[in-house]
């Protein structure tokens, strides 16, 4: 049992039977995140791969770009009540870096359900996306989008064990998974996959594709740009600013990818190999039919577009 995962007692219930039984939680524990030893955020995490959580976050607050920008990372001497190492604080050392966060835009306590609590104004967002992802010229087959699902599901360890934690993946254009991590918190796995791209020195991530076990929100949006990533799927559903931003950048936007069909809702033109399907024309919500310059979402099967 590792510190991503917590042993306790629970009594299982099956119809009017009692049965006591040990069970394994995901944990979740606060890091706080420090650059040149000044405090910038704590995070709730489940640990493991911190310094890509790290790295990751500090692409995603518009900080790091390159990988030479990060001069180092290190844990700080955080102790419980032994005096042991809790290993819940990490020291980053930036080096020619951007010097104002996009988290001077809100408050800096970060939990594992949402990352952007209390943004007041989305305008900084813009102004540190320094990739294009309009430019990118990726694209997929619909069959490539609906095997990514399964595999992230496959490389999702602690997930079977706890059944608890959201999981992100990094896959090339021809479907390989480079890379898969796990967190109780959404933008805490994104944060760790795309962290690990930056110290790979992979970044920009030009046609890649990122999948979240999730919804996609705003703030997941914002860190695929960041990144410079041109598609991102999620098994879920996308906030509407999620799907305003997506479009602003021309970021392919893919949700409820689940079995053989999604709903495309940004940059559709990146899914080749479809078809529209036979059928009445879909009714607008504001009355009339739905044209391209009014639909917001296209419906993907394997058999075609609807």
Known sequence: MTRAT????????????????PDALAAEEPLEIRIGGEALTVTMRTPGHDFDLVAGFLVGEGLLHRREQLAALRYCAGSDQDGQNTYNVVDATLRGADTVPLSAHRNLLTTS????????????????????????????????????????????????????????????????????????GRHNAV?????????EDRLPLTGHLLLVSGRASF????????????????????????????????????????????NVYTRADRITGSRPAPGPAIP?????????????ATRVRSAGAI
């Open 6 to 21: 917590a042993r306790r007692r629970v009594v299982r219930l099956r119809g009017d039977e009692q049965t006591p039984r």
């Open 219 to 262: 703030e997941l949006t914002q860190k695929a740009a960041l990144a410079g990533l041109p598609l991102l799927a999620a098994v879920s559903a996308p906030s509407s600013l999620a799907a305003d931003l997506a479009e602003e950048l021309g970021l392919t936007l893919v949700g409820f990818l689940r079995g053989e069909s999604a």
């Open 284 to 296: 607008h919500p504001g009355g009339g039919e739905a044209g391209p310059e009014r639909a917001t």
């Open 113 to 184: 359900a949402c990352g952007l609590c209390g943004r007041d104004t989305v305008d900084a967002v813009r102004t540190h996306v320094r990739f294009k992802p309009a430019d990118d010229p990726l694209t997929v087959r619909p069959e490539l989008l609906y095997r990514l699902p399964d595999a992230l599901r496959a490389a999702q360890r602690t997930f079977d064990s706890t059944g608890g934690l959201h999981a992100a993946g990094l896959f090339t254009a021809e479907g390989e998974l480079l890379c898969a991590r796990e967190d109780v």
């Open 191 to 199: 944060d760790k996959v795309i962290g690990w791209a930056l110290r």
